[in-house]
Nanobody
Framework: QVRLVESGGGLAQAGGSLRLSCAASGRTFSSHAMGWARQAPGKERELVAVALWSPVSTYHDDSVKGRFTISRDDAKNMVYLQMNNLKPEDTAVYYC??????????????????WGQGTQVTVSS
């Protein structure tokens, strides 16, 4: 059974930093796109960053580009999201996600199969 478990959310001030971690179990994802999505109250879930398979290349949504950095450690089956210069509009529940098909990359959030339970990130102004 595949599980994705997020940690590292919490409260930060605007301009501050947080680091999210996601531990995957049940299968290896070294050939799969893994990423982070977020959902703010009243808004649709949006994909913010994806880390592709080795050699790792990454995708970051324009809203977080230059502030957030995704990385992965396939030896540990982990994916991370370093969030710097946080803004109040970054407040959301952040979800770890993974694609079920190997070697497939998409920015369509609904095409990702595996999801964690989410971790709350709140940024105060």
């Amino acid at each position: 059974q595949v599980r994705l478990v997020e940690s590292g959310g919490g409260l930060a001030q605007a301009g501050g930093s947080l680091r999210l971690s996601c531990a995957a179990s049940g299968r290896t994802f070294s050939s799969h796109a893994m990423g982070w999505a977020r959902q703010a109250p009243g808004k649709e879930r949006e994909l913010v960053a994806v880390a592709l398979w080795s050699p790792v290349s990454t995708y970051h949504d324009d809203s977080v580009k230059g502030r957030f950095t995704i990385s992965r450690d396939d030896a540990k089956n982990m994916v991370y999201l370093q969030m710097n210069n946080l803004k109040p509009e970054d407040t959301a529940v952040y979800y770890c996600t993974a694609h079920s098909e190997p070697w497939k990359f998409t920015t369509e959030v609904n095409e990702y199969t595996y999801w964690g339970q989410g971790t709350q990130v709140t940024v105060s102004s």
